[in-house]
């Protein structure tokens, strides 16, 4: 298990209690997984600021309040990369200039409690999840919250009920979910810390859906407490999962084999580790620039933190989750955590 080194860690300046819910870097981004170079940080908090850091951690301006019990932070995917965007309960969707740190654009949800939010400015395409606010019928654009589904939309579909185009069942209230890039098929991590793998639905009827590849509680097996999300090394795949009784977190790459579908497995052997991590708080969110070989986590102790490889080490955890030629060979030297 290859260790990390923490070159440098910075105190966000955040009242007393509070933690950071999400780091992104704000360079522009020429397709889902790759970015340039990062010379700025954004962070999003628990007393609703939005907070910027240099690539050294050094601050680079705050927005307070930037949205009433704030959720979101994404890049806007303006083509000169200068916006970012937050949203919150408060129903307000905020894009602001990363330079002069001010608002540039609000839009009003017509329900309140954003959760989730995707933008493209470059398509004038912005997607909210919102949670309901209600126990009753009343049914939500985009239901994410407890109900354990992940929906997924053609958005080419002017009409709603035409627009839904698969629903998925992860079992239990869904914390993260996405697609395994390049490719479509779906992952789903719940706040049980369970882990599964979908495939998108075929456009054609008489084909048969590949059977979902279901890992249930990830912990014993991964020896973690608590998964973070999945978090991707240039092109590669990995969970990110702590022990904060350890002050632990590793990266641990995913693979995916040739097998059957959907043959996703977790290379334990080429976990990368971050020793110390944010002490017994939780660490809630984490982004790697290839460029420099940095990963930059945030915690629930309310600070940044930047780690590099150690001199005997490197970052590479493989390339990518498609490439299984050379593991398959090695498969019987590894130890790989199976599914249940």
């Known amino acids: 298990m290859a260790p990390l080194r923490q070159i440098s860690s910075a105190d966000a300046g955040l009242p007393a209690g509070s933690y950071i819910y999400k780091i992104i870097s704000t360079a522009s981004r020429q397709d889902p997984l790759t970015y340039s170079l990062t010379d700025q940080l954004a962070c999003i908090s628990s007393d609703d600021s939005l907070r910027f850091h240099s690539a050294d951690l050094q601050p680079d301006g705050v927005i307070a309040n930037a949205n009433e019990n704030i959720t979101c932070l994404e890049r806007a995917n303006d083509a000169p990369s200068n916006v970012v965007a937050t949203a919150g309960r408060d129903g307000l969707i905020r894009f602001w200039d990363k330079r002069s740190k001010q608002k540039v654009l609000e839009i009003q949800s017509p329900h309140k409690l954003v959760s989730a939010l995707v933008c493209d400015a470059e398509k004038n395409f912005v997607a909210a999840g919102i949670e309901n606010p209600e126990d009753g019928p009343t049914s939500s654009p985009v239901y994410i919250c407890t109900d354990g589904l992940i929906n997924i939309f053609d958005t080419s579909q002017a009409d709603e009920d035409d627009a839904l185009y698969q629903v998925v069942n992860h079992g239990s209230a869904i914390a993260h979910a996405g697609f395994m890039y390049p490719g479509t098929d779906i992952y789903s991590i719940g706040t049980d810390e369970t882990v599964s793998f979908f495939a998108l639905q075929s456009q054609k009827e008489e084909e048969e859906e590949p059977t979902p590849k279901v890992w249930g509680d990830v912990r014993e097996g991964l020896g973690c407490e608590y998964v973070v999300d999945l978090a991707w090394v240039g092109q590669q795949a990995c969970v990110a999962a702590g022990k904060h009784s350890e002050n632990l977190l590793n990266l641990i790459p995913i693979d995916k084999g040739t097998n059957e579908p959907l043959d996703y497995s977790f290379d334990l052997d080429k976990s990368i580790s971050f020793p110390g991590a944010h002490g017994e708080e939780i660490v ?37 989750a498609g490439s299984a030629k050379k593991r398959r060979k090695d498969k019987k030297e590894k130890a790989r955590f199976k599914p249940y």
């Open 284 to 320: 809630r969110d984490l982004f790697t620039d290839t460029h420099t070989n940095t990963t930059y986590t945030c915690g629930e102790d309310g600070h940044i933190r930047a780690w590099k490889p150690s001199e005997e080490s490197t970052m590479d955890v493989g390339e990518g």
